[in-house]
């Protein structure tokens, strides 16, 4: 299958690293390479964790109870209209 390696080619790939590094380097070579590969999984599934300060940081409850109850001002929407009249107006012309 392309693409894949398959079982005879993992066999030459580890006869042709054991040749090139001889059997005793290859623990320290191993060890080297779990430890890279253990790094670069912690490094790609921290950022999709909530991490310490994420939970430490104030809720968005918080800014919720700050905020003013009941309905807005009639005045504030009386303005948004004339200004959106006005928009429509100069686009029309």
């Given amino acids: 299958m392309p693409g894949f390696i398959g079982f005879w ?9 054991l040749l090139l590094f001889g059997p005793k380097r290859l623990p320290e070579i191993g060890r080297s390479l779990g430890k890279g590969m253990r790094e670069f999984k912690e490094g790609i599934v921290s950022p999709l964790e909530p991490s310490y300060e994420a939970d430490q940081a104030p809720r968005a409850d918080a800014r919720f109870e700050q905020a003013p109850s009941g309905p807005r001002p009639a005045a504030d929407a009386a303005a948004v209209v004339a200004v959106s009249e006005d928009d429509i107006d100069t686009a029309a012309a």
């Fill in 9 to 17: 080619e993992l066999i030459a790939l580890g006869a042709v690293v």
